[in-house]
């Protein structure tokens, strides 16, 4: 364990196991845009989940202050913590939070993902995983206001849970959105298209994959090799159809590489099956991209009124809004990109950092 700064007593902890450069998905976008903009009585617990023997420097987070640094061997610290609010955000923390601990402490619980399989089996919504189950059961109830990061997030809480409904709330997430340039590749080009995400079979890239092959166009794909089964399982079908020409890999883009993925595009295409709220087309907004996109979770929140969207479980639905945005006029989807640039003022980092403020204000205002 490595103390960066962090002080005896804060107002509000925040508990993860992802910040700075140790980041998987959209909760460690999250907790980073948190952490930028924390107030001085904010404090953050990183607990590394992975190998205990893998080197972390001070570096990789940030500012280097407000952080206290753990691997999951030393967990049971945890309890010297001192805090009037705690703030969890996965249920791996949940065999590790106790009424003890929690006595003189209210708690939250932002829940970036109901974790169930996609999509949510009738039989069992959490598809068998019981340990899973059960993690996430004990936060909920522990929990004094439970936080979800769409209204489709908090519809899927309440539906497995309907009696969670009055301590649930919704605030959005948000980043902070610098619209750098606004992409015309589409003025001269239709025919590059990309994916940027994880290899995870919710992500929806086997079923984009299968699209191309009666789409004139080519997918490049941006993504990291945290899961070689189905990476191999895309490969095999790539290969199958004959589609090496067509779908490139490019690897996992960060920094200047992902600016130049985006520039490189005529369109972002976001496949998922669900998602909880959706950052990745945050991301693609912000780089003035157009977007195809699924509307299933928050994705259909982020890109109201967006007129190239589809349901992924209906086939063919991706093919045809690839089609129409090649088809359409150039007035047409440069219209279509000004309601993606005026809907990313809806999710701004300022807008997510006062709503949590202002929650917690009220949580810690009842003790």
């Known amino acids: 364990m490595f103390n960066l700064n962090f002080k005896d007593k804060y107002r509000v902890v925040h508990i993860n196991n992802e910040l700075g450069n140790c980041v998987v998905g959209g909760a460690g976008t999250y907790m980073n845009e948190i952490y930028k903009y924390r107030p001085e009585d904010m404090g953050f617990v990183y607990v590394n989940f992975d190998d205990v023997y893998n080197d972390m420097h001070a570096s990789d987070f940030m500012d280097q202050k407000d952080v206290l640094i753990m691997n999951i061997n030393e967990i049971n610290k945890l309890s010297t913590i001192d805090c009037d609010l705690l703030v969890v955000q996965f249920y791996e923390f949940a065999p590790y939070i106790t009424e003890e601990f929690l006595r003189d402490k209210k708690m939250a619980y932002v829940i970036h993902s109901v974790p169930t399989p996609e999509p949510m089996p009738s039989w069992d919504p959490f598809g068998g995983n019981n340990d899973i189950r059960q993690k996430f059961e004990k936060l909920c109830c522990m929990a004094d206001v439970l936080i979800c990061v769409s209204q489709a997030e908090k519809d899927k809480l309440i539906k497995i849970y309907p009696q969670m409904k009055d301590k649930t709330t ?17 003025m001269t080009s239709r025919k590059k298209f990309g994916f940027i995400g994880r290899t995870d079979y919710r992500k929806g890239i086997l079923e984009c994959i299968k699209e191309f092959v009666n789409v004139d166009g080519e997918l490049l794909i941006a993504c990291p090799k945290n899961d070689s089964e189905y990476i191999e399982k895309l490969l095999i079908y790539i290969h199958a159809v004959g ?15 992902k600016e130049e993925f985006f520039k490189s595009i005529d369109a972002l295409i976001i496949p998922s099956l669900y998602e909880p709220f959706g950052y990745v087309a945050l991301e693609g907004m912000q780089y003035g991209v157009p977007l195809i996109s699924s ?21 063919g639905e991706l093919r045809s809004r690839i089609e129409e945005f090649i088809n359409d006029d150039k007035e047409e989807v440069a219209k279509q990109q000004e309601i993606l640039l005026k809907r990313i003022d809806e999710f701004t980092v300022t807008k997510m950092v006062n709503s949590y403020n202002e929650l917690w204000d009220k949580i810690l205002k009842e003790i």
């Open 295 to 315: 509307k299933n979770g928050g994705l259909g929140e982020i890109l109201e009124g967006y007129k190239y969207t589809y349901d992924p479980y209906k086939n």
């Open 243 to 257: 589609m090496e020409d067509k779908i490139r890999f490019v690897g996992w883009c960060t920094g200047e590489r």
């Open 170 to 186: 919704v605030v959005y997430n948000g980043m902070e959105c610098q619209k750098k340039y606004k992409n015309s590749n589409y």
